[in-house]
C-alpha cells in the first residue's frame, strides 16, 4: 500500500502564492509519476500538473501553465507544486496521485491517491 500525503493548502488572497507538497513514505516517489489534480465544487476532477519518471517530462493545464510549477525533491521524497498569481477560481481541493507507468494528465490512469488538501483564494 503506497501512502503519501498532500500539504501547504490554505487560506490566500489573490495574487498571492502557496506551495503544495506530496510526501511519500514506505517507498520511492522517483520511481513514479506524479500528477497534482483539482476538484472544485460540483466540478469534475482535472488534472493541472504532471511530472513523469523517466524523462523528466511536465505537463501543465492550460489554466495554470506559466504560473504553477512542479517539481521533484528526491532528498526529501517529494513531489511539489508551486502555485503563483493564484486566482479565485483555483479553489479547489488539490490531490496528489501516482502511478507506475507513462505520466499522464487524466485522473482515470492513476492508481493511488493522496486524501488531498484545500486551496482556497479568497479576499
Known amino acids: 500500500q503506497l501512502q503519501f500525503v498532500e500539504s501547504g493548502g490554505g487560506l490566500v488572497q489573490p495574487g498571492g502564492s502557496l506551495r503544495l507538497s506530496c510526501t511519500a513514505s514506505g517507498f520511492t516517489l522517483e520511481d513514479y509519476a506524479v500528477g497534482w489534480f483539482r476538484q472544485a465544487p460540483g466540478k469534475e476532477r482535472e488534472g493541472i500538473s504532471c511530472?513523469?519518471?523517466?524523462?523528466?517530462?511536465?505537463y501543465y493545464a492550460g489554466s495554470v501553465k506559466g504560473r504553477f510549477t512542479i517539481s521533484r525533491d528526491n532528498a526529501k521524497n517529494t513531489v511539489d507544486l508551486q502555485m503563483n498569481s493564484l486566482k479565485p477560481e483555483d479553489t479547489a481541493v488539490y490531490y496528489c496521485a501516482v502511478r507506475r507507468t507513462s505520466v499522464s494528465s487524466s485522473p482515470a490512469r492513476y492508481d493511488y491517491w493522496g486524501q488531498g488538501t484545500q486551496v482556497t483564494v479568497s479576499s
Open positions: 511530472l513523469s519518471n523517466k524523462d523528466g517530462h511536465t
